[in-house]
């Protein structure tokens, strides 16, 4: 790949050759934590992810690829390449390039583990196709190219560009740094190149001063010049921020791809990111802007834009926040809603929006070293993004309700009641295999004093620390259980180095005990993050135990579709009542959680879950009464409500499941948060 100068300086200690991961901070960066590479830490396969990221090598990124294939996505390209403009109708979105793109991205994070043939191959033919679809100033797109080259960049509001742009970099960044195809990399330099010689970078100059309507370029740029050195990407990426939301910038569309009804906020253009402190807008669309925000404040020093950022986390995270992590509670322009503005059984709570959450989760982690990043990265990691593909991981939720009537349409693609194996919009299932293609570089951190982990997993640590290296042995039964080991088989390091490890936000004050080398210890504490330094020795074993009991949750009161109800936790996993779980002669709307009976973890899993749950729910709960009568009724029947339940049913043992996990015995209704009786008061 181009180089425009020098490669940024690595942090102090960084292991070379280790495989750079998806985001990569320069030694000047705004910023407290380094991350480890792709290969500096290797996930067993025997772990919880570990057992993930198998099966999206062997399962997921197989059928992405199968699928953009299928889809004809790349049907778009070849039919660029042979110059055929106009004589064949696009198959897809406008921007389904993006498809092949995470895929690709994808991919590349795979291969440090070993490529299939069948993927090696994919890789190979698209990155040759593509250098042969690519116009010789370095556009490309298969939409535009292919039905409209007139209107390059001339449709900034609907037409993706930019957007696809910042996949094909992001692609080529992770080839790059796992040593994959130069071809690849080689489009990509061609068409940064172009995007440099198009967009405008200071006001005044010759450049197109414009946005693109779906943020996602601005990460992608930062990326490329973490990669390279050139400075140049690095100051686009910042000027896409700073142009964002002014007033004398337009975003200008041809009518041909999106309609009118969408408001300036929908695209995050109604307001300049400097000035705002509220959430809105197109969920997906934010949260890639506030993960590019976080990297351009961080390698520009930018303390200002960076609190900007963390403003919008507090409102989002504060009141528009699901309990799985997910956000998005309006289908209509798949957007945020107001505050406390979040119905279960109308939560859009896409996956892409769960995914970007991660992403920028991790960014301002990195940036900042507080555990309420980390904490939210686990939450959105274990709940809406593992529930989002199936048990064999080839098929898909795009939108991940919290609530499933029984009753419900099955018609519209966007609140299936089944996981579907595609989508004509498909944007989700590779970006699944992306993430969890680079998982293992999302967990530990480093940094001048030592090692951070904060994520438990199954696996080994191989990376440099202060004074030497070190060899990690990891294991954790996270996240059915609170045990995680660490075991030191090997320390080149004559100092005294730090190794610290979080204590989630469901393990109450005093509740962690920690012992080293089989002697208790009681470690260094700052906030959620317990730390012990010593001059450590191959042998040395940190032992960490933590009680994972089950939470009974309820809502703010001003949630008031979750008012009277409550929902059931178990360390980082929410639990779902699925109606497989029930008789046949019980319908879950007339299901009430019995409070006053404490809920207990159980082992006896239901049939169709072993293997892949380990810890189900035993609670107790009553059966309210037959679903037929008067739509309203008087308060002297509302009165009598607790008496009608008692008797309608009396109690029944409930099962409940991890909320992952739903879904995967057949369609069933299914609901996160329980009545807690007929009052509808808060419990």
């Known amino acids: 790949m181009e180089r425009g100068r020098a490669r940024p300086s690595a942090p102090p200690g960084w292991a070379r050759g280790a495989g750079d991961g998806p985001v990569r901070p320069t030694s000047a960066a705004l910023g407290r934590l380094w991350p480890l590479g792709v290969r500096e830490v290797v996930l067993g396969p025997a772990g919880a992810l570990g057992e993930w990221q198998a099966r999206n090598s062997r399962h997921t990124l197989p059928h992405c690829v199968d699928q953009v294939v299928a889809s004809g996505a790349v049907r778009n390209m070849e039919h660029v390449a042979a110059g055929l403009v106009g004589g064949a109708p696009h198959e897809g979105m406008h921007f389904s390039d993006s498809d092949i793109y995470k895929t690709l991205e994808a991919a590349a994070w795979d291969s440090v583990r070993g490529t299939g043939s069948e993927v090696a191959a994919f890789v190979a033919d698209v990155a040759a196709l593509m250098g042969r679809a690519q116009r010789e100033d370095g556009y490309l797109n298969s939409w535009t190219q292919g039905q409209h080259p007139e209107l390059a960049w001339k449709d900034l509001r609907w037409g993706h560009e930019l957007y696809c742009a910042g996949h094909l970099v992001q692609a080529a960044v992770a080839s790059e740094r796992t040593g994959g195809d130069e071809r690849l990399c080689a489009v990509a330099a061609k068409l940064v190149r172009h995007l440099l010689g198009t967009f405008s970078v200071v006001d005044g100059d010759a450049g197109l001063a414009g946005v693109d309507g779906h943020p996602l370029v601005e990460t992608a740029l930062v990326e490329y010049y973490r990669l390279t050195g050139d400075e140049a990407p690095l100051a686009l990426a910042r000027r896409q921020v700073e142009l964002r939301g002014r007033q004398d910038v337009d975003l200008p569309t041809s009518g041909l791809l999106g309609d009118s009804r969408f408001p300036l906020s929908y695209f995050l253009h109604h307001v300049p990111v400097r000035k705002r402190s509220t959430a809105t807008g197109h969920a997906v669309r934010e949260l890639y802007l506030q993960a ?392």
């Open 292 to 683: 590019g925000v976080v990297d351009v404040a961080t390698e520009t020093g930018d303390g200002e834009l960076l609190g900007a950022s963390q403003a919008i986390w507090e409102d989002l995270f504060g009141t528009k926040t699901y309990i799985t992590g997910a956000h998005g509670s309006r289908h209509r322009d798949e957007s945020i809603g107001d505050a406390y503005e979040l119905p279960s059984d109308r939560a859009y709570a896409e996956t892409c929006a769960a995914i970007a959450s991660f992403q920028w989760n991790w960014r301002l982690l990195l940036a900042t070293g507080e555990a309420r990043y980390a904490e939210a990265m686990e939450r959105v990691l274990w709940n809406t993004i593992a529930g989002s593909s199936s048990r064999q991981g080839t098929d898909f939720f795009y939108s991940n309700t919290l609530h499933l009537r029984t009753d419900h349409d099955d018609a519209d693609e966007d609140s299936p009641r089944r996981r579907r194996p595609w989508y004509q919009c498909a944007c989700c299932p590779p970006n699944l295999a992306r993430l969890m293609a680079s998982i293992q570089a999302y967990l530990v951190t480093r940094d001048g004093t030592g090692l951070q982990l904060h994520m438990p997993f199954s696996g080994a640590v191989s990376t440099g620390v202060p004074g030497g290296a070190v060899d990690l042995s990891v294991r954790s039964g996270h996240p059915w259980d609170g045990e995680l080991e660490i075991e030191l088989r090997a320390c080149s390091s004559p100092r005294q180095w730090a190794l610290t490890v979080r204590a989630p936000e469901w393990v109450g004050p005093g509740q962690v005990r920690m012992a080293l080398n089989g002697r208790a210890l009681e470690p260094a504490w700052a906030g959620r993050y317990a730390t012990v330094t010593r001059r450590w020795e191959a042998g040395d074993r940190l032992q960490l135990s933590q009680p994972v009991a089950v939470r009974t949750v309820v809502a703010h009161p001003r949630i008031d579709a979750v008012r009277g109800c409550a929902a059931l936790q178990r360390g980082p996993l929410v639990y779902c009542l699925e109606g497989h779980d029930l008789d046949g002669a019980t319908a879950l709307e007339d299901i009430t959680l019995d409070a006053g009976h404490r809920p207990e973890p159980t082992a006896d899993v239901p049939a169709g879950l072993d293997g892949y749950v380990k810890v189900a729910l035993s609670a107790t709960g009553r059966r309210s009464g037959p679903g037929a009568g008067p739509l309203y009724e008087g308060a002297a029947a509302e009165q009598g409500a607790d008496a009608q339940a008692e008797q309608a049913g009396g109690a029944q043992r409930l099962t409940l499941v991890p909320y992952f996990a739903r879904g995967n015995r057949g369609t069933a209704p299914m609901r996160v948060w329980v009545p807690t009786g007929g009052s509808g008061a808060r419990p």
